[in-house]
């Protein structure tokens, strides 16, 4: 009876343990939007600006998510992921190439080591593809979040010269490198063709989800019906970001003894296991033929999955 209760409580404890952690590491929603905001509009500012109240209800218009916003990952929307990622090839080419290489993973696996480490190199050369998409997608983000301030502060001066915001969008497709030139001149060339600005504002958000670029949507699409000063929101938003940059790049290099760890102790593990492999395959089978060895494969594999959800919160700071 204790054997039979035993993995339950096991599975309670760890349970638990996610749930504290979690609870631990979360970031406070409504005290971040509240800090936010007194950065976007100034403590000293006048409380009655219409720039402020703009930004007060950008704020709540954007921290609104359904339930399957927040239960589904982007990640797994793979037509969009290719869409952010700006990858010229069909998701099923790329499902093509991946079982591809994992025919060759198994291939090498077989020839250079043992059956054994057949599922292991066909799931890792498998994956190759993917994780070339999400550094794809993640570096054009990373870009065009740093070209965004440029951006407001160009569509900025473009208002204030008198022109429209139209007008101030084709000026940074035309100025300004990839990939906010293409982004921006999608949503000019979409109005264009009859698309309400606030619809092809609204894709341009789905194809690049930045926090700032829909401060800036939902501000433009409030002061269209409520009126304005536009230019001084732009400013604004422009000025904060510039400002989490500087923060961030000091924020990385003081972190960055953390995440070094935390790739060694990842990597550790890994390389034993696949060195021990190679040099004395017996001793490393019972991992998978003995019982008590399964079980401590899977505890194993869990308490690194912990750690490096733990590591991750601790190093990444959001600024």
Not at 98 to 104: A, N, T
Not at 120 to 125: E, I, N, T, V
Not at 238 to 262: D, M, P, W
Request: one cysteine or more; a positive charge.
């Amino acid at each position: 009876m204790i054997s039979m209760l035993l993995p339950l409580l096991i599975g309670g404890l760890v349970i638990a343990m996610v749930a504290l952690l979690y609870s631990a590491l979360r970031k406070n929603t409504e005290g971040a939007a509240a800090d936010r905001l007194d950065q976007l509009v100034g403590r000293n500012v006048r409380k009655d600006s219409s720039a402020d109240m703009l930004l007060k209800q950008a704020l709540q218009e954007v921290g609104r998510k359904t339930l399957m916003d927040k239960l589904m990952p982007e990640f797994f929307n793979l037509t969009k992921t290719f869409e952010q990622a700006d990858c010229n090839i069909k998701p099923s080419a790329l499902f093509g190439i991946s079982l591809g290489l994992g025919v060759l993973g198994a291939a090498l696996s077989i020839w250079l080591v043992n059956m054994y480490v057949l599922p292991l190199g066909a799931l890792l050369f498998f994956t190759l593809p993917w994780i070339w998409l999400y550094a794809k997608r993640a570096n054009r983000l990373k870009r065009f979040a740093g070209q965004l301030s440029d951006a407001m502060e160009l569509v900025a001066r473009a208002l204030r010269a008198g022109h429209s915001l139209a007008a101030g969008m084709h000026v940074v497709a035309e100025e300004m490198p990839a990939p906010i030139c293409k982004e921006f001149g999608r949503v000019y060339e979409e109005q264009n063709l009859g698309i309400p600005l606030e619809e092809a504002l609204k894709g341009m958000c789905d194809r690049v989800p930045n926090l700032d670029l829909r401060f800036f949507v939902t501000s433009v699409a409030i002061q269209r019906q409520t009126g304005g000063d536009l230019a001084e929101i732009l400013d604004r938003i422009g000025h904060v970001i510039r400002e989490r940059f500087k923060i961030l790049g000091q924020v990385k290099a003081l972190t960055a003894e953390g995440r070094l760890s935390g790739v060694v102790l990842i990597a550790l593990p890994i390389g034993l296991f696949i060195m021990m492999l190679w040099m004395k395959p017996d001793y490393v089978q019972l991992l998978w033929k003995d019982p008590m060895g399964v079980k401590m494969s899977i505890g194993a594999i869990v308490l690194m999955l912990l750690g490096s959800f733990a590591i991750k919160k601790i190093v990444d700071i959001k600024v």
